[in-house]
């Protein structure tokens, strides 16, 4: 297998003043975690509200507090780096919201929106902006709307045309279908599926809808209270799942069969 896109080693990201951190009283939010994603392949990042899904991709993006442990991205250690200081990476590793209501300017077209960080990067080519938006299914014409004036999953396939403006090869995806109807949902993720397959892009797919997981997952790891509890293929995991949280987990999704 290739060197992954990122490596995280043994992390952990503590909460609190540093007196606190150094007297170990923070609060512990991640705790010796650590996973890697390879090119053109999704990770699934399973686990309730609050066991520290968000915290850990904030570090990802130099927002979180590492106290111990790594980060590494495309062969080079970023622990602690913050994220004024990474634009040598150019993009190559982008985000994808949850709420694709309040993840556009309201203020913008979906034009000036997609071709916003190509302007700043001074990259900026209107066909290829145009191109993009035709790839996730937004028409010329409708490029000029703004988001108002979006349905929910167009407002998604703009939010995704715009993390893939500056040509990133990972794409962390927090929750991306969850604020969006079921129907709704198929489209997104078989488009998101088409553009791994295009790009050979690498996923980190956070979600707490299991079965959203194990459609789109080739591995997964399931987290609580700041650690990874099960980790494995998504037969493996889903199939013979072997921690108790894992299994009240998928207990608790009447859709989900466990074999």
Do not use: W
Request: charged share 25%.
């Amino acid at each position: 297998m290739s060197e992954p896109l990122i490596k995280v080693e043994d992390l952990h990201i503590t909460y609190g003043s540093q007196l606190a951190v150094r007297r170990g009283k923070g609060v512990r939010a991640v705790r010796g975690v650590s996973f890697e994603l390879h090119a053109g392949k999704t990770l699934g990042l399973v686990g309730e509200s609050g066991c520290g899904k968000s915290t850990l991709i904030r570090s990802l993006f130099g927002l979180s507090p590492i106290v111990s442990g790594a980060v590494h991205a495309f062969g080079e250690d970023i622990t602690g780096v913050p994220a004024r200081k990474r634009r040598r990476f150019g993009g190559r590793m982008q985000m994808v919201f949850q709420d694709p209501y309040s993840a556009l300017d309201p203020r913008m077209t979906v034009h000036e929106i997609v071709a916003e960080p190509l302007r700043i990067t001074g990259k900026y080519v209107r066909s290829e902006v145009e191109d993009l938006l035709d790839r996730v299914g937004v028409s010329a014409e409708m490029a000029q709307r703004r988001p108002g004036e979006f349905s929910g999953g167009q407002r998604q396939r703009v939010g995704i045309a715009r993390a893939l403006a500056l040509n990133p090869q990972v794409l962390v995806l927090d929750e991306p279908v969850s604020a969006l109807d079921v129907s709704i949902q198929a489209q997104i993720l078989n488009l998101l599926d088409d553009l791994q397959r295009e790009f050979d892009l690498a996923y980190l797919f956070v979600s707490h809808d299991l079965s959203v997981v194990r459609h789109v997952a080739d591995d997964v790891v399931v987290m609580n209270t700041g650690e990874f509890v099960e980790r494995g293929t998504i037969d493996e995991v889903f199939n013979h799942p072997q921690h108790p949280y894992t299994q009240t987990l998928l207990a608790s999704i009447p859709h989900v069969e466990i074999v």
